[in-house]
DNA sequence: GCCGTTTTCGGCCCGACTGTTTTCAGTCG
């Protein structure tokens, strides 16, 4: 059972437990170690193994959780899941995911009306059964029913470009709001997650209630959920929150901080300033014997500042790594968009792309680039036209001819997106790829075969000596397809010990390695990472920009990010120039 | 269920808003 197995169990567990009414500490225990160990580096299994380490020295893994792992390892299921599951069937726990209903009400619902589904749910709702429940009334009920119109499109997060969509066009609704002096986007968005559930708006507004009237003047406004005197909820698009809260400019910095998140980035903030004498709310930091004046609120820096950390890059804010980096005393120093020096993933009008090889490398200039690999699809992407051998050589060719009109600018590199073909192998001969200056392998077909099939295949590709670097090592669509099965661990092994680099595929559909494996990749294997946008057109250049903050958010800096460099100070990186 | 420079018990982040309550529980973030 790998790491995200157990930590679903774990979730299941705390999901249950909730249900149960069980203690909220012990459900929060359930979450923080299904945390732990999806932030692990490594196979817990491989820590169970080894005898000179003890699993229960991982944060949030106490004795009983080791258990339960153990268990989990040797048997592939946990008893006592299974009893809750008996107890609260999924149809049930469905109840308490309709906004409006928690964990509580929904088991109340369960035991005194003996509702299931959320079918019966609605049907008890339209014949007035639950408004007579203690605790319910006519407004809960309606409630209910109105969650449970939209708690199917409420689903799915949106993918962080959609959602930068939608901050785009609030910015400008609000921009023109005379009563807002100081506005900024929080919340998942601002710590640049591949997903959004939501948007959180912070602002200084004088007067508030102006700066609410304006956001329910937003036009495509549906309804709005909730509105008090500093806060707001509207609903957008046919399940998309938009919060926004109003506060006093020098609570602005505080506020920020705190509806940034993430949560568990939060707890530990303010569980080191209760350690200090000092509690943090979204207004500030007050000392404990003085909860009237704040000591710091205006900026995030300062807020930061007074429990003794520097400011976090919004992106770190996981609870991850960010407090043992800051405690460290080395800057965070993240990687930016300028340090990109090349982009080596691209396809033309060969295959599937829209842009000949000239347009994308005078785009390529445009964007800063000095270097670019054109890589379009080989053969066995039929529907993309994928190149043989000769048609690839003719591509080439054509690289050769238009290099001197690009001399001194920019480098295009004689590259191709090789298949990894179903049976193992690459989809061109050795000698084809032993011209190339970049070899990208990546797997397109066949990406339903057994775990064994397809970590073979890849370490089939990276066991090649003209393979460069691995595309889209996971094949993930975000909210479309998940990732093939893979031993990734097995890969990052390879891949270390061939200097085959591994690349973080910036399209925001992909962004393929996730945060997770290529912060391990990066820093536990020390695989330089390759940012590349797989562009199809010249517009498909600017999705870099997701990439960089998908590597922000694993906490790469520009010495982990190989295409930082110069081509030339890039090839000692790679076995293929050993 | 976890954890310990307040250590093996007794804590565990903090507040807005709503609905159904007469002082608060539940939900949400």
């Known amino acids: 059972m790998d790491n995200q197995s157990i930590a679903e169990v774990f979730e299941q567990m705390a999901e249950l437990l909730e249900f149960k009414g069980e203690n909220p500490f012990r459900i929060r225990a359930y979450h923080n170690g299904a945390k732990a160990i999806l932030d692990l580096d490594e196979p817990v299994a491989q820590i169970l193994e080894d005898p000179s380490r003890k699993l229960s020295d991982v944060p949030g893994i106490g004795k009983t959780l080791v258990d339960k792992i153990t268990v989990l390892v040797a048997t592939g299921s946990l008893p006592q899941l299974l009893e809750l599951q008996e107890q609260f069937p999924a149809s049930v726990l469905a109840m308490a995911r309709v906004p409006g209903l928690g964990a509580k009400k929904a088991a109340r619902l369960h035991q005194e009306l003996g509702i299931d589904n959320l079918a019966e749910l609605k049907t008890a709702c339209e014949t007035d059964q639950v408004s007579g429940l203690k605790g319910f009334g006519k407004k809960s009920q309606q409630t209910i029913l109105d969650g449970l119109a939209i708690a199917q499109a409420a689903a799915q997060r949106k993918k962080w470009v959609n959602a930068d969509g939608w901050v785009a066009r609030l ?9 807002i002096e100081r506005m900024e986007f929080a919340g998942s968005y ?15 507004a004088d007067p508030a209630a102006a700066a609410m009237d304006h956001l329910e003047a937003f036009p495509p406004r549906k309804e709005t959920i909730l509105r008090g005197d500093t806060k707001i909820s509207i609903r957008v ?6 919060d926004m809260r109003v506060v006093a400019a020098d609570q602005f910095g505080a506020a920020l901080q705190y509806f940034t998140g993430s949560q568990a980035h939060n707890v530990r903030v303010r ?7 000092l509690k943090v709310n979204e207004y500030g930091v007050f000392r404990e014997d003085d909860p009237e004046h704040s000591i710091a609120g205006g900026e995030e820096q300062e807020v930061y500042a007074a429990i003794g950390l520097p400011w976090v890059p919004p992106e770190l804010r996981e609870d991850r790594l960010e407090f043992d980096w800051a405690k460290s005393g080395d800057p965070f120093d993240l990687i930016e968009l300028k340090d990109i020096c090349s982009d080596l993933h691209m396809h033309t009008t060969a295959t599937d792309g829209e842009a000949t090889i000239g347009d994308m490398a005078d785009a390529a200039i445009a964007r800063g680039l000095t270097a670019i690999a054109i890589t379009d699809h080989s053969q066995r992407v039929a529907m993309a036209r994928g190149l043989d051998p000769q048609r690839l050589r003719e591509q080439w060719a054509r690289i050769d001819q238009l290099r001197p009109q690009y001399e001194g600018r920019l480098t295009i590199l004689k590259g191709i997106e090789c298949d990894i073909l179903e049976g193992g192998g690459m989809d061109l001969p050795d000698d084809v790829l032993a011209e190339a200056d970049w070899v990208l392998a990546s797997v397109h077909y066949g990406q339903r075969q057994s775990r064994e099939q397809i970590t073979d295949r890849i370490l089939g590709a990276i066991a090649n000596p003209h393979v460069t670097a691995i595309a889209h090592p996971t094949g993930r669509l975000i909210n479309r397809r998940e990732a093939y099965q893979v031993d990734i661990d097995a890969v990052f092994q390879a891949a270390a010990e061939t200097s085959t680099l591994l690349e973080l595929n910036a399209n925001p559909s992909r962004l393929d390695l996730h945060e997770v494996h290529c912060q391990t990749a990066s820093r536990r294997y020390n695989i330089p990472i390759v940012i590349n946008t797989d562009a199809h057109s010249i517009d498909g250049l600017d999705v870099m920009q997701y990439g960089i903050l998908q590597a922000r958010r694993a906490g790469l800096q520009k010495q982990h990010v190989a295409n930082a460099r110069s081509w ?11």
């Open 171 to 179: 910015r400008s609704h609000l921009s023109s709001c005379d009563a």
């Open 237 to 242: 698009d046919e399940a998309f929150q938009v």
């Open 190 to 204: 601002r710590r640049g997650r591949e997903t959004c559930g939501d948007l959180d708006i912070l602002v200084v």
């Open 271 to 277: 569980s080191m300033a209760k350690a200090q004498g």
């Open 568 to 578: 030339d100070a890039m090839k000692p990186l790679m076995g293929k120039y050993r």
